[in-house]
């Protein structure tokens, strides 16, 4: 690569920014640009729902890199800005400042947004969502002040904040739709495990409810739920799940669907553009299909993959899926992904809250995620990717070792 080329980063998020580390460490000496919608440099957002938001951390603790960084490796960080339109035509982007950028190759990295909810009341001061970490300081505010706290939404960001406020002392309830907490990814018997977590420390869970509306005089004080309940409370936080910001791929003429859809090396429907993080929804290899992942690890590796086939490797990119949460003493590692199985096999006793679970279709592993224990993600992932047959028995007890249930392979790997 010629150092009079430009490479566009649109999305000042991790992918974004691993992307433009990458390009430097790979030896590209062309123009980066990394343009951010926020006025933060990168961040990671783990950190926002847990550790940031109790304030057990600072605000350095969350950038991807030191504040010198950009300027040292020559990267322009356009902070504050976002590309208004797109032209693959003629490779060029419209930044919201009228500044018209040429580029030689460009990355969407653009990210997610928290679904709205459409309820009355819904725009009442007091009604919260956690993206970004000025949403996360704005958060840790109102739990500093204590009091009682509804959170709408059993999912990943809303079990943790409702855990980061309970350790903080508030009053929580959970409100969500589903009969437990985290179904839709973990489904019954871990949604359940879940639940009891929740409970015991204290959390009230109202689960198959949802909400009606949301009361209050200018601010909200209550939550009023399809079972019937007035929930008093002194805020609310909304997490129901995430949609990819694709209005400007799509605008451009770019394939969408659930995502900006890129194949295994992420290279989008036209040429010239890769897209990466939240925002992609990329052909897999060893799942045969487009998925998207919305999840940290996806964006540490996704970024660095599309940079490196922007500089013409041509790179497969096939890691398994993964992710972790933390809660009060609960840690967890998930990896691979199941949408459907036959059952759930248990290595250790949930109730220890030391365990590792399976979910198996057709005798095969298609998940595990380990609680409480580690390291242990490396044989889980042979272990998926084997497509071994399994028998229960031998998963299940912990003396057999997961190495010996999916050997290392010839060259590493299984």
Request: with cysteine; charged share 25%.
């Amino acid at each position: 690569m010629t150092n009079d080329q430009t490479f566009v980063i649109a999305g000042a998020s991790l992918a974004g920014a691993k992307a433009a580390e990458t390009l430097r460490t790979e030896g590209f000496d062309g123009r980066v640009v990394l343009i951010g919608a926020e006025d933060e440099r990168p961040y990671e957002r783990p950190p926002l729902s847990k550790e940031y938001l109790r304030g057990e951390v600072g605000r350095e603790k969350v950038y991807v890199h030191d504040e010198g960084f950009y300027a040292s490796h020559d990267i322009e960080l356009r902070l504050g800005r976002t590309v208004a339109s797109l032209s693959p035509s003629n490779s060029e982007l419209l930044l919201d400042d009228g500044e018209r950028m040429r580029y030689d190759r460009l990355l969407l990295t653009t990210g997610a947004e928290p679904r709205r909810l459409s309820v009355p009341g819904s725009e009442l001061d007091g009604v919260m969502y956690l993206r970004t970490v000025e949403d996360s300081d704005a958060l840790r505010g109102r739990l500093e002040h204590g009091g009682t706290v509804v959170v709408v939404g059993a999912g990943w960001i809303g079990c943790e904040v409702a855990a980061s406020a309970r350790t903080l002392g508030l009053d929580v309830t959970v409100l969500d739709p589903l009969t437990f907490p985290l179904e839709r990814v973990l489904g019954s018997e871990l949604g359940a495990f879940y639940r009891d977590v929740h409970a015991d420390h204290g959390v009230r869970m109202l689960t198959s409810t949802g909400v009606e509306a949301f009361e209050g005089d200018g601010a909200v004080g209550r939550v009023r739920t399809t079972g019937g309940h007035a929930l008093e409370c002194d805020f609310v936080v909304v997490g129901v799940g995430v949609k990819p910001r694709t209005g400007l791929a799509a605008h451009a003429g770019l394939g969408v669907d659930d995502g900006v859809l890129v194949d295994e090396h992420l290279r989008a429907s036209v040429p010239g553009v890769f897209a990466a993080g939240d925002v992609a929804r990329a052909h897999h290899p060893f799942y045969g299909e487009p998925i998207r992942v919305e999840h940290w690890a996806n964006a540490l590796d996704q970024g660095p993959a599309a940079a490196r086939n922007m500089l013409g490797r041509d790179e497969p990119y096939d890691r398994l899926p993964y992710f972790f949460s933390d809660q009060y003493d609960v840690g967890m590692e998930y990896s691979g992904l199941a949408r459907s199985w036959d059952r759930v096999v248990f290595r250790g006793d949930p109730a220890s809250r030391e365990f590792i679970a399976f979910w198996v279709a057709d005798d095969r592993v298609v998940a595990g995620m380990n609680v409480n224990v580690w390291d242990v993600t490396d044989p889980i992932q042979r272990l998926i990717r084997s497509r071994a047959a399994v028998d229960d028995r031998r998963l299940a007890d912990p003396d057999v070792p997961l190495d010996d249930l999916a050997p290392v392979q010839e060259g590493g790997v299984a």
